[in-house]
């Protein structure tokens, strides 16, 4: 039991307190969302252990990136932020996969709550990458429930950029956790991170379409995901008032997770 260490707990805030000044040196997060950040970090370290931190760590590092490329290369996007993440990101991307390693330190049954992990995760991975991927994509993109073309940055929209940038988070995830972890094989991890991965970047986009709540501004008269635009409060005009991007994201990893113990159920029986 790791978090009973007390070299555990010195290592995770060594390792947290460097990750933390990165990130204020870049700008990667701001002070609330480094805070819940470090939060998040500690719990997966101490309790998930070092190989779970490490894909999560490995999800952050490349999201921000990805996130500054993103920012750098689209100066002007109508419902995207500036590319730093405050604390409601954080939670949304990290609650779920943190009950989830939590959990697994916790439990004696690793290997549900790993794979719970890996699937909630994986949802966060693939949806982030195909958000800011897909962004880059030179055509409009499509919106998923109705394929019609719409504005880059609209809830639900999609493209074949963005899959691929889901794509490429899967298979870093599944890279990275079946070689440094033995809990689940490589065929299991495939099998989970890919499906969870998929089904859950599927699903926020479906729930980004139709559920999630969308405005408009006031002042500019420009679409919005924010209740708040220009300093005025926005028409909403679509979608349900409390369903925010930061809610279809949490659902969307808590779907991930869900899948990926159905999956492992599914291939224990099977085997």
Known sequence: MSYLNPFTHIEALTILVIIFLLSIKFKFVDLEGLATSFIVGYLIYVFGGRLCFLALITFYLISVVFTKIRVRRVKELENKEDGV?????????????TVAAV??????????FFAAYLGALSSAFADTLATEIGL?????????????RVKPGTPGAVT?????????????LTLIS????????????????????????????????TVQAKYRCRVCGKNTESSIHCGSTAVQIEGVKYINTHTVNLISTIIGAIIAITILNTLNIIK
């Open 85 to 97: 993440r405050g604390w409601r990101n954080v939670v949304a991307n990290g609650l779920t996969v």
């Open 103 to 112: 959990a697994s330190g916790l439990s004696t049954d690793q290997k549900i």
């Open 136 to 148: 880059l994509h030179p055509r409009m993109p499509r919106l998923i429930t109705s394929m019609k």
């Open 160 to 172: 074949h950029l963005g899959y691929l940038g889901g794509l490429i988070g899967m298979t870093t």
């Open 178 to 209: 079946s070689t440094i972890d033995k809990r689940l094989s490589f065929y299991e991890t495939a099998i989970i991170v890919y499906s969870s991965g998929l089904i859950g970047m599927t699903v926020d986009s479906i729930l980004g379409a």
